[in-house]
């Protein structure tokens, strides 16, 4: 009996975990998608009305703006950090002086909550006191930089503050796949008589190519989960133009107690890391087979 | 010529990266000078002006008296909020995820790399579909807008990168040693205490520099689960920026975002090392 | 005591049965040594004996004691590891004493053991040192004087020098030996090396896919292997493998041109098993030069057509074509080097212990 006990112990000792995932995970999971079906606004309530609520939510104009909204936040937060993140780690992998330093100022905006984030830039961005004022103080007395309270520009405001939090980091993940490549290759490519730009363009970037996926995976994940940095930067605005899916879901649930179209919002996010997750996870096991 | 050419590239390198990093530190630079102005010289001057007299009344009211919402007792009821979710929501999730690594790694039983999948599954998902059952759950269990409701969420959805990080850490030590221990007649938790935790010092440290960072920059957990009295302190920050009773105080925002934003700051600087590694294990690997 | 008996033992991983019904009797204080390829279930066996894997059926005694469902703590074996598995974080001295203070054994009686111990393996230098400031051969010693301080009734090597350089291992070997001799406690060895095989055991039990092959003293097994696949496992050069007709008991070889009918042992068995064609399994030393005084009854003499020599220092391997098919003899190194230059040379085959084999099953005749 004992001995039972003593060989079911890691079992026991994974069973809380277990539970906590079964339910906190997929059983609310199942439980927001079959909320997703029912016609629930307040309160939860279980009569099932189909696709009432999927119709509604791509009906509504807001959530449209948030999905175009976020394709363009999407596109450029990963684009730019990309190349951002790669160039200061090609150069930076150049022995240069101070490495450590330079590395340590490009990464600490990760360290930092997007509140925080959203704050600063909200005032640097401020169109009385902040970016405007201090460029016509340098004699352009013309300058106009409103994208903050501009309808069609709001959006790109919250790319630029989530590249300055996120790009160091694309740049720590190049940098150890840069470290990770063998001297003797770039060697051997100078050897043959490679420039180094053609040796970076030919070789190496060429090697780096689990690090892109790797990188694009996280940019997009991040993505997808933007809130807070838009609830600080814009609070969505002006009016609702610069929403993203998590900000639509969090009103739409908690606000205006809708859950309905709420719990369909979440699925659809959902579903969004979904497309891009299983492909990199089936690619990632199969290449661990090999 | 080539030698000037080459000193021509060097030139760019720096100038490059010097650059980056003065656009790095610009917002922090931005935010601490603001912070020492009074509102007269925001107005008049400019954003990137020194101050002419340090002033530190900002910091001072941002701490303990100005408005977030209809409150106006400052960010240090709700700084020491946070410090209540973190410290327990870090310790738990961190010596649960030891143990679920420990047995994942050195303790395999049938369906336990299936129960891992899951769970390393759980690092994915958007936080946005389980809100609105975890809310009914708190609610269900009497927790609702509790400092215990946040910190239970915290560990729940904390527990699937403590766990893949203390599972790869053990995953890479030889199961021969459990078993030279069992023979040695040490049992399950003997051999996890004498043993493994030992030896687990840097993994320790990563893992708990990476919850304390998630946990303490979480604003969404904290706005959706939190009561007027409980929220931490992100979700007061927002409502400080955001209430607009009797003109904005610019330069107390930016005090409240820097005083959020310290801890967090501090432990990067200390132990740098340890976040970009748990950064990494947790992106990559996650 | 510390004598072993394993019955009908099988072990499954859900469908696949990788130790399929074996049956040894391991004397108190033999040195036993299991070996085999890889995956053949050899590690799989020792870990059913250590308790560290569940036993699918049969039993497992060790003296008296029916210990097949006991905890691997409560067997009193100990063992030394492929990898060593010291504890990272112990210095030497803690790792020895780990399994003692367990045991609960009192303070005074651990640390004249330890003492001991230490004496014994040339290790007290090193007791307070960390594994990680140790080199192969030190780790190697402490992993042993772990197993030693507890005095157990068995003990368990898993591949314990694989890790180890050549020449180091060749030491090790015979210090594991004369401690063997020293203490006269049983040991179980795993190696898929069968020169460690041969060199250490008492006995060997050959395994192959879950099965014992054969189960022998090391003269036996190398001598009188129960089959192909125990011949050619166990020998190093191998033992030549070729396929003969025969005739009239006798087998035809054709070397150098030349035609020859050779008598083997067991005509009786041969003529009876009804075969037209053997494989004749004959070892490299029983392929010389002509050698003046020997007289087997068995021996004969023909030429070989020499296509290349490997001189190993004590004496050469010449590689010829019998039957059309590659073997190998072992001449003396002047031979040898006549043998290179003629690529021509005059042999003297003894089958006096020339084995055979059903060309089909691979089963002895």
């Not at chain 2, 935790?197 to 904290?222: A, E």
Request: glycine letters at 8%; proline letters at 4%; a neutral charge.
């Amino acid at each position: 009996m004992f001995k039972y006990l003593e060989n079911q112990l890691p079992k026991l000792v994974m069973a809380p975990t277990a539970i906590a995932m079964f339910v906190c995970m997929y059983g609310f999971i199942a439980w927001t998608v079959g909320l997703s079906f029912t016609k629930s606004r307040m309160m939860p309530q279980w009569d099932f009305v189909g696709l009432m609520q999927y119709e509604k939510l791509f009906a509504n104009p807001r959530w449209m703006v948030a999905l175009d909204n976020l394709w363009i936040f999407t596109f450029l937060f990963i684009v730019i950090s990309l190349f951002i993140g790669l160039m200061l780690a090609i150069f930076l992998d150049r022995n240069v002086r101070a490495e450590g330093a330079l590395r340590t100022i490009y990464l600490y905006p990760m360290a930092i909550s997007f509140v925080v984030t959203g704050t600063a830039w909200k005032w640097i961005l401020n169109p009385g006191l902040g970016i405007e004022k201090l460029v016509r103080d340098l004699g352009f007395t013309d300058f106009e930089f409103r994208w903050l309270v501009d309808q069609d520009m709001a959006i790109y405001t919250i790319v630029i503050a989530a590249v300055w939090q996120s790009s160091g980091f694309v740049m720590a993940m190049f940098l150890a796949g840069l470290r990770g490549i063998d001297d003797n290759l770039i060697k051997a490519a100078q050897i043959d008589g490679a420039s180094t730009t053609r040796t970076y363009w030919h070789i190496i970037l060429p090697m780096m190519k689990p690090v892109f996926f790797g990188a694009i995976v996280v940019l997009s994940h991040i993505a997808i989960k933007s809130f807070d940095l838009v609830q600080a930067l814009t609070g969505g605005g002006p009016g609702y133009a610069s929403d993203l899916p998590a900000n639509f879901m969090y009103t739409f649930a908690f606000n205006r107690a809708q859950m309905g179209v709420g719990a369909a919002s979440a699925v659809i996010m959902l579903c969004g890391v979904l497309a891009i997750l299983v492909p990199y996870l089936y690619s990632e096991l199969r290449s661990d087979k090999q | 010529m080539s030698s000037m050419n080459l000193r021509l590239g060097r030139t760019l390198i720096y100038t490059l990266l010097i650059g980056f990093a003065l656009i790095y530190l610009a917002p922090l630079y931005v935010m601490l000078v603001t912070s020492l102005k009074d509102i007269e010289e925001i107005r008049s001057g400019n954003l990137i002006a020194l101050p002419e007299h340090i002033n530190f009344s900002a910091w001072v009211k941002a701490w303990n008296s100005a408005c977030t919402g209809s409150e106006c007792e400052g960010l240090a009821p709700y700084f020491w909020n946070s410090v209540r979710i973190v410290i327990p929501a870090v310790l738990i999730s961190t010596i649960i995820g030891a143990c679920n690594g420990y047995v994942l790694a050195q303790w395999q039983f049938k369906g336990s790399n299936m129960l891992f999948g899951a769970l390393l599954f759980g690092c994915f998902i958007p936080f946005q579909v389980i809100l609105l059952p975890m809310a009914k759950l708190l609610a269900w269990l009497g927790l609702a807008n509790t400092v215990v409701g946040l910190v239970g969420v915290h560990v729940v959805y904390g527990i699937t990168f403590t766990t893949l990080f203390f599972r790869n850490y053990y995953v890479a030590i030889p199961n021969e040693l459990v078993r030279a221990a069992r023979l040695d007649g040490a049992g399950f938790f003997a051999i996890f205490w004498r043993i493994f935790l030992p030896m687990s010092t840097p993994i320790f440290v990563v893992t708990v520099i990476w919850q304390f960072t998630q946990i303490w920059n979480d604003f969404l957990f904290g706005v959706v689960y939190s009561g007027p009295g409980t929220q931490p302190i992100t979700v007061a920050l927002n409502n400080l920026v955001n209430t607009s009773v009797g003109g904005k105080e610019y330069n107390v925002d930016m005090a409240a975002a820097i005083i959020a934003a310290l801890p967090t700051l501090l432990v990067y600087l200390v132990a740098g090392k340890y976040f970009v590694r748990g950064l990494t294990a947790g992106a990559v690997k996650g | 005591m510390g004598a072993i008996t394993i019955q009908e033992l099988t072990k499954s991983y859900g469908e696949t049965q990788v130790l399929k019904g074996i049956d040894l009797a391991i004397n108190d204080g033999e040195f036993l040594i299991l070996v085999g390829p890889s995956g053949c279930g050899k590690s799989t066996l020792m870990n059913c004996i250590a308790g560290l894997e569940d036993i699918t059926s049969g039993e497992l005694f060790i003296g008296d004691d029916n210990v097949t469902t006991v905890n691997p703590k409560d067997r009193d074996i100990a063992m030394v590891f492929q990898s060593y598995a010291l504890y990272p974080t112990m210095t030497v001295e803690r790792n020895i004493r780990f399994g003692l203070e367990m045991r609960k054994y009192p303070k005074a009686e651990i640390d004249s053991t330890v003492k001991d111990v230490a004496k014994l393996l040339q290790i007290e230098h090193l007791l307070d040192r960390k594994p990680s400031q140790l080199s192969g051969g030190q780790r190697q010693r402490v992993a042993m004087g772990r197993a030693l301080a507890r005095s157990p009734r068995v003990f368990l090597f898993d591949e314990p020098l694989s890790n180890l350089d050549a020449k180091l291992r060749v030491e090790m070997r015979t210090e594991i030996k004369k401690l063997h001799k020293r203490l006269g406690t049983t040991i179980v060895y795993v190696t898929h090396d069968q020169v460690e095989a041969m060199t250490l055991a008492d006995r060997i039990a050959v395994m192959k896919d879950g099965v014992v092959q054969q189960f022998g003293t090391p003269y036996e097994i190398y001598n009188d292997p129960a089959n192909r696949f125990v011949a050619d496992f166990m020998g190093s050069p191998a033992m030549n493998f070729i396929e003969c007709t025969v005739k009239d008991g006798n087998i035809i070889i054709e070397s150098g041109g030349q035609h020859h009918e050779v008598k083997v042992p067991g005509t009786e068995a041969l003529k009876s098993s009804g075969l037209d064609s053997v494989v004749l399994g004959l070892r490299p030393e029983m392929i010389t030069e002509p050698k003046p005084h020997s007289d087997s009854g068995y021996i004969s003499q023909m030429s070989l057509n020499v296509l290349v020599t490997e001189p190993t220092g004590p004496d050469t391997l010449a590689f010829g074509e019998w039957n059309g098919q590659e073997m190998q003899a072992r001449l003396s190194p002047e031979v040898g080097v006549k043998a290179e230059t003629e690529g021509k040379v005059e042999i003297q085959v003894d089958t006096g212990k020339a084995v055979l084999f059903d060309p089909k099953t691979g089963a002895r005749i």
